[in-house]
């Protein structure tokens, strides 16, 4: 009788720590995030945007594992090894709850659930480049230019209600590098200055609300342009003539002219640029933008004009350019009387 209640009591020991090493290995010792990799396929989805979220692990073999797919609550997929799963979002501000749970051959049990609340956001750019009155078009960005950009979030809370710019947190990034200074809740304009080894850049931004709940991504890739000049009538009646540049030749019809050179996409031009003006490739004591031709005697004939401007804080901005001033009648004869009343003395 003894060695029947022993026997038992054996057998008994024996279940019972059989049965807590199977509810050991039925409860995860490290969280979800610890042992299951998850990823997402764009990583912050827009508005009716496909996406992919994947998982898989280096401690548990998911590949014999059961694994459902869940959206909003609704079963949405499931069976062994499915590793994978697609779906489609939402309009902004929509709200996609995915769990996933998965159960291996083990017994062991995880879960996770992955909030996706789409937003959009509109990223625009200007440069801060000059360009004249009456421009029809974008000032450039140059190179070593500064461009400023603008992001225009459009982000909804869970209540419906549209996000406010400054309610939001942005980070930005300059490639693969993020501008922690730029960064932070309420900014959305960046300033980007151009360096002397002015490649294509791509600048990006990531809005989110406080709460990390709804997110929006966008980037733009900034390519720098060369800087350039044009020459344009002053007529004192009528001011510059925007309206047409001096390409290649001018005809002097009066008894003088002045010429105004404009720059176009230079930063700060009249501040940090030095003009420069030449006369059949003698340099004119004129430094401004502005300069005056005579022909006091009439004489006929043509003088090659040039001129250039480059910044002296910004060494990658200059530009020249370049044209024929006639006088009288046409000819291929250069004669002496412009180029004594530009410099003030003799033509040797």
Known sequence: MKRFLTLCT?????????????NAQAAPTSPVEEVIITEIVPEVPQAFQDVNISIESYSYDLSRSKIDWYINGVLRESGISKKSFNFTTGDVG?????????????????????????????LLWESTGYTPPFYKGKSLYSFEGQIR?????????????????????????????????????GKNIFYWNGGIVSNDEEISVDVSDLQDTTRATASIIVNPKETEIFAYENNPS????????????????????SITAIPYYF????VD????????????????????????TGEEGYSNISFDLSNQKRILQSASGAFDLYFGTKSTNPVSDIFKSFFGGNNN
């Open 10 to 22: 054996i057998i008994l020991l024996f279940i019972f720590c059989l049965t807590q090493k199977i």
């Open 94 to 122: 929509s709200v996609s709850n995915i769990i996933y749970k998965i159960k291996t051959p083990e017994g062991v049990s995880f879960q996770k659930t992955i909030t996706i609340s789409p937003g959009n956001v509109d």
């Open 149 to 185: 950009l603008v992001a225009i979030p459009n982000l909804l809370n869970k209540n419906g209600v549209k996000y406010k710019p400054e309610e939001l947190v942005y980070t930005w990034k300059r490639g693969m590098g993020t501008d922690t200074e730029a960064s932070g809740y």
């Open 238 to 257: 009528l001011g510059i003539l925007f309206n047409k540049a001096i390409q290649n030749n001018f005809d002097l019809k009066e008894s003088e002219v």
């Open 267 to 270: 930063n700060n031009p009249d």
């Open 273 to 296: 640029g030095i003009y420069s003006w030449f006369v059949n490739d003698n340099q004119s004591v004129e430094t401004t933008r502005d300069i005056t031709f005579r022909n006091t």
